[in-house]
């Protein structure tokens, strides 16, 4: 009953599944760059539906495309804050645009992850990367999305620290007071400036981003074994944990060992919900994904019960019953078959050539 119930959404799906994942693709990096855009405030509101909605179609058949337009349109606010920033970010897109345009949804995933810290999602970044992309891109993905939501915020004037990070969201109007009017080699210090403190907080931000990578490795490898695919999800749930895990014990555990990188007010005012409540996010969305995904990749349901079904009598057509002990095909399909005994080598007789066979041609090797 389920499987005729969702056979025309799943052959549906089947049959665009490529065009259905590049759309949803398109319309999540849309979405980021409209969002991004429009907190910003330089373009107008119908500029920035516009310029939306151009990427979005642009994604579906051109990731390049989208790409290059996100980035020339980004490029613009960025230059009115401060010049030495819009050409660092230009030249960050030119050397990533390859691998980034191809990914286009890892892409989208690494630059949402601050919007995702607001509200304590940003767990599901490393570990929907590892699920989706699988391990090594899991390891990327987790490290790509820490440092880039460390380095928004150490824009922002903020602490780097995941502990402020969490529920919290950079703002543009912080980023563009703190680099407004800075030179070069300003520009540099104030990107610098919050990670380098001492070298204790430099251990401290190196090790989060370790964290992550390890977290979307973690799950990412495992994944993709056979034991986790035919347990599923209970299985999932397991890997999903253990990643969770990673990142808790990154979050919670490092403060108290480098406890000379973490302010005393940061450790006082952090919440301590707020990671469990990451972790059981994480293992029910991860769980939830995986399962959907793996359930869209199988075969589409047949249309119609295969089982076979007696005839029923066609009047003069119909067949003569079988007499009795003689078995039907139906029977012979439906029933167990029993095994066949197959003789062992040394039961079988020795073969020996013919004696009187004039056509058999005798070779002697020396």
């Known amino acids: 009953m389920i499987a005729h119930t969702f056979r025309g959404p799943h052959s549906l799906y089947r049959r665009y599944q490529a065009q259905l994942e590049s759309t949803t693709t398109a319309v999540g990096f849309a979405l980021l760059v409209t969002l991004a855009l429009k907190s910003m405030g330089v373009y107008p509101e119908n500029w920035v539906v516009v310029i939306g909605v151009a990427v979005g179609v642009l994604g579906v058949r051109w990731p390049l495309l989208a790409y290059s337009a996100a980035a020339a349109a980004l490029c613009y606010p960025l ?58 891109a899991g390891a990327w993905i987790g490290a790509l999305a820490a440092i880039w939501s460390k380095l928004l915020a150490g824009m922002a004037g903020m602490d780097p620290d995941w502990l402020v990070l969490a529920g919290h969201t950079p703002t543009v109007e912080a980023i563009a007071g703190r680099f407004q ?34 977290a979307g490795s973690f799950v990412g490898t495992l994944a993709a074994r056979k034991w986790v695919k035919y347990r599923a999800p209970w299985s999932i749930m397991v890997v999903t944990a253990g990643g969770g895990l990673i990142l808790l014990l990154t979050h919670i555990g490092l403060p108290y060992w480098l406890s000379d990188a973490v302010s005393p007010a940061v450790v006082a005012a952090a919440d301590p919900v707020a990671p469990l409540f990451s972790l059981m996010v994480v293992i029910v969305v991860g769980s939830i994904v995986y399962s959907l995904r793996e359930s869209l990749d199988l075969p589409v349901a047949p249309p119609r019960n295969l089982r076979r079904t007696p005839r029923r009598g066609l009047g003069m057509f119909s067949r003569s019953p079988k007499p009795a002990g003689q078995s039907t095909v139906a029977s ?7 095994p066949v005994p197959v003789p062992h080598q040394s039961e079988l007789p020795e073969w020996e050539p013919p004696q009187n066979d004039s056509g058999l041609i005798m070779l002697e090797i020396d």
């Not at 691998?99 to 940003?122: D, F, K, N, Q, R």
């Not at 520009?187 to 390890?214: K, R």
């Open 79 to 136: 230059y009115t804050i401060n010049l030495y920033l819009a050409v660092l970010f230009i030249a960050g897109a030119a050397l990533g645009h390859r691998i980034m345009a191809h990914y286009l949804g890892a892409t989208a995933l690494v630059l949402a992850t601050p919007l995702l810290a607001e509200y304590h999602l940003h767990w599901l970044a490393p570990i929907l990367g590892g699920l989706w992309w699988g391990g090594l």
């Open 332 to 338: 012979q399909v439906d029933g167990l078959r029993q």
């Open 181 to 214: 009017g800075a030179n070069s080699l300003d520009t540099l210090l104030l990107l610098v400036e919050p990670f380098a403190v001492t070298s204790n907080v430099i251990l401290y931000n190196l090790l989060q981003v370790v964290g992550w990578t390890v």
